[in-house]
């Protein structure tokens, strides 16, 4: 398959080396296996929604529905999902947010696939090799088309659960067109179910371009996932803001009180709530309650990447408003990796609003945030959330040959420029 020696030490970053590695994203597909396929059918259309409240709104929608359907799959099976354009005008694209796949299944328009016209389908292929909460969207031209609607839910059930819960719950955060913060496509929040003593898993995943400020009321809870990635021996805690960043998710784990009602939901934006159960309403936070630190949360476990391990190659990338290295997309360098190196990005964000960014195709690990090294369980993810000041340094592995992009997830600053690619030679 992919070897070094067929294009030699000739291929250079801007020179062949484009050319060569784009093409090889193209035979990176999911090989043959006897694992279970899951088939699923998703339409992009155009759809007037009913959001609540005797409201309705247009939106562009896959099967008729924003987010569109929660697709609920188990670890180990093979995915196959056929795209049909029905009348998205521009062209559409599914990219399947944080999982690791094949780099011709990431859906990238213009980069990993043509879109998908009116008229014309698209399938996607492959196996859903991490558990977790993902969730999927159009990436052509995703700020608009994904803020029109054209998101979606991914579930991936794991083989073997770390935790027990009674129910499990998953929660899209949603800014429709610009103007309408739904949850689960409701402006009046989502209601679920669960009786006191039922233990309760809920699935975060912030479709916004903000940052969420999320608090969990009338029960103390655990984070035991980050970006669909279990964390180690998660701690009770209670009365903490969890940051949830553009395009994050976050798993909540709590136990349903006597009283009846749990309630989730945003600081600043009262339409983005969850109400778990059916009792009397829970205090809420204070607004000046602390943040979720993951740096210091959970416990340590040695896998051998630190900060002072040796690395291949390291990458510093510094934020400004919409820039990195004071650079915009085209005019950006890209990460240049070889297949089996291990590669530290150092991220500084010295000006301008808060940044998730959000790499494809690979998980990193978190290794260090100003300066100091992390104390608590490994964060490996798709994300980092840095807010003006933060330097934190990640170390990825590059494993998985393609083109892939870099960028942040307020999906407004990456179409204006914050987006870079990762290449490998
Ligand atoms: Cu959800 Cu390129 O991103
Ligand atoms: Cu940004």
Known sequence: AHSGHAHGAAAEPGGTGAATAAASCAEMVEPASNAPVRAFELTAQKTKVDI???????????????????????????????????????????????????????????????????????????????????????????????????????????????????????????????????????????????????????????????????????AEFRVISMDGQDLNEPDVISGQWIPVGGGQRYDVLFTMPESGQVEVYSREKPALTARVGEGAEPARLDKDAPAFDFTAYGKPVDDGITADMKFDRTYELVLGPIDINGKRFHEIPPIIVKEGEWIKVKFKHKLGAEHPMHLHGHLFKVLTKNGKPLTGSPIYADSILLFMGDEYEVAFQADNPGLWMEHCHNLGHAANGMSMMVNYE
């Open 52 to 218: 609540g409240g005797g409201k309705t709104s247009d939106a562009w929608t896959f099967d008729g529905t924003t987010p569109g359907p929660e697709l609920r799959v188990k670890q180990g099976e093979r995915i196959v999902v056929t795209l049909t354009n029905k009348d998205i005008d521009k062209g559409v694209t599914i990219h399947w947010h944080g999982v690791v796949l094949p780099c011709s299944q990431d859906g990238v328009a213009g980069v990993t696939q043509d879109a998908v016209w009116p008229g014309e389908a698209f399938t996607y292929e492959f196996v859903a090799k991490h558990a977790g909460t993902y969730w999927y969207h159009s990436h052509q031209q995703s700020s608009e088309q994904a803020t029109h609607g054209l998101i979606g839910r991914l579930i991936v059930e794991p083989r073997e659960n770390a935790f027990r819960y009674d129910k499990d719950y998953a929660v899209t955060l949603q800014h429709l067109n610009g103007k309408h913060w739904l949850t689960n496509g409701r402006r009046g929040g989502a209601d679920l179910t669960a009786a006191p003593g039922e233990s309760v898993r809920l699935r975060l995943i912030n479709s916004t371009s903000e940052v969420q400020w999320m608090g969990v009321a009338g």
